[in-house]
């Protein structure tokens, strides 16, 4: 690869996200990120925050993008992708403190959001954390003009895609046990969601 794979959204969001995940995580020791993309992220939050052990991973044909972002970076803190397709199983031989994902469920179809949050659950500890970072809608209705002309973009490229709605996305976490803690406001029109597992009772 002659070249680091590059996103430009994730250069201009990342410090707002990680502001946030500062105050989430503090307490915790790991971390699972689904949908890694082109590792920017991960480099980058694991570099600030180096108390965490941060697992990355994706589709496998995005591995060698990530791979390269994690051997430049040179972080030690960041492990090396796993497979993740949403619904398959994710071999990784643990739990963790907190799953992150961003820009994934609006490009994922309705079922896969389905299988990621129940594969969260089989992936967090208790007591842990899904962060979720991405457009969402309120009440079924778009929160900017940005968001509806990104919204129908994504369906245009393919029907599955499309903005998800925060509160079709509170049923999900519920029925994977799962309760709404905290939400932050982000740039450009974007949130970041936060989720808890029981501490106890099922695992």
Known sequence: MSALPDSPATTRNRNAILEALRFELRD???????????GQHAVHFAAAMPWLVWHTSEIPENHEG?????????VPNVRMPLEYIAGSTVRTGSRFD???????AHIMSVGEVGSMFA???RLLNPGGKFCLYG??????????????????????????MGIRDREELNRLADGNGMVEC?????PANNQLLVWRKPAQGIV
């Open 28 to 38: 915790c020791k790991s971390v699972f990120e689904i949908g890694s993309g082109t």
């Open 66 to 74: 990530i791979c390269a972002w994690i051997n430049s970076a040179d």
């Open 98 to 104: 907190v799953v992150f994902s961003a820009n994934t």
């Open 119 to 121: 594969d969260v659950f």
């Open 135 to 160: 457009p969402f809608n309120e009440s079924g209705r778009y929160t900017s003009d940005s968001n509806a002309t990104f919204d129908a973009g994504l369906r245009a490229r393919k029907t599955s």
């Open 182 to 186: 905290r939400r932050y406001a982000m």
